[in-house]
């Protein structure tokens, strides 16, 4: 008989347990009251609170986090003094970008820090009223999901097709460029629409492979290789995913890729040109400090974009692949050469 009440006992607190549990998710996870209220600045405190949210796992979003930390501590923000941070690293899950906006709103944080855009449109279904700096934001200043909100400033990232590909064009084939990329991701499908355009302006033969996330990846890139001269790859998560990979199945195959963003020259593409994220961070986290300030709210401070975009070459790349560069294209882009650790040329 003791047994038995025993086991009920350990059955009621393992219900209990669960039954707390999904009260916490669902607490997290319930969609709050849109905020309406209009900005005003912010209150001066001792310690202000701030919601530090970063949309996905990617190396530049990480550094742009880098950028905001550095500049946040440079205007004389210290977490754990006079500012709290409380960051969420959502890794691509659309739950929990939602949830983080949830809470920040739920518990009145004084700034949200939105790093990715999927982060910023979190935040602007569910506050008017909070400041909010995005980084990184794709279509800022246009994207109708920041109309009529005073809230939001920040640093607007505008993918640079169209200098990416003029540069490749100078020492590379281009004619058929391939693409892959997975049509399920917004972003992704906004940088192929830019790509079709420069490929028609060049009236260079585009050759699209819709990412098949069920199959798997090398076949799907082995067949879009056979196809053409080189490869431009955008920033989709799903699809840098498997990015070493299809660097190496490109390199045997002498074909080169042109990366949307520079951390993919780092991993092996031939060139990009693209925004420096670390300064882009900074940039932002200046914004930051200008709110924390009291003196304006976000509508006072120009959506701006990163200016003075960086040529990135990997060298080991291109003598691999044995592609001669201009002398031009040498001068401007030499200081950000990759050298697999070597130093650079004197």
Sequence with gaps: MASKLKQLWWLMLIFAICNIA??????????????????????????????ILQSDDLPEQDKMLEGVMASLEAGGYQDGKNMKVELVKAAGSERKVKSAVNQFVRSKKDLIIAI?????????????????????????QKDKDFEDHENFTGISDYPQ????????????KLDPMGVI???????????????????????LKLVEIKYNDSEK???????????????????????????D???KIATDAWVPIIGEQKEMVSRGAVLSVSPSYYRMGFSGGRMACWLLAG?????????????DPDLVINMRQV????????????????????????????
Aim: glycine letters at 6%.
């Design 116 to 140: 990715g855009t999927p982060s910023a449109k979190a935040a602007a279904k569910v506050t008017k009223s909070i400041p909010v700096v995005g980084i990184g934001v794709l279509y800022f």
């Design 161 to 172: 097709v169209v200098n990416q590909v003029r540069m490749a064009s100078r020492f590379m």
């Design 217 to 243: 990846a090398g076949p799907q890139f082995e067949n879009l290789i056979s196809q053409v001269k080189c490869v431009y790859m955008p920033e989709d998560p799903m699809v840098l995913a498997h990015f």
């Design 22 to 51: 999904m009260a916490i998710l669902l607490y997290h996870d319930r969609p709050v009251p849109v905020d309406e209220n209009p900005p005003v600045p912010i209150a001066r405190k001792e310690v202000y609170s701030i919601g």
């Design 245 to 247: 990979d299809m660097v």
């Design 181 to 203: 990329y997975n049509p399920k991701d917004e972003g992704a499908l906004k940088q192929v629409k830019m790509l079709r355009a420069v490929a028609e302006q060049k009236q």
């Design 319 to 346: 003598n691999a692949l044995n592609i001669p560069l201009p002398g031009d294209i040498w001068q401007r882009g030499r200081k950000l050469y990759l050298y697999d650790g070597q130093p650079a040329r004197p």
């Design 295 to 307: 003196e304006k709210i976000p509508k006072d401070i120009l959506i701006t974009k990163q200016h």
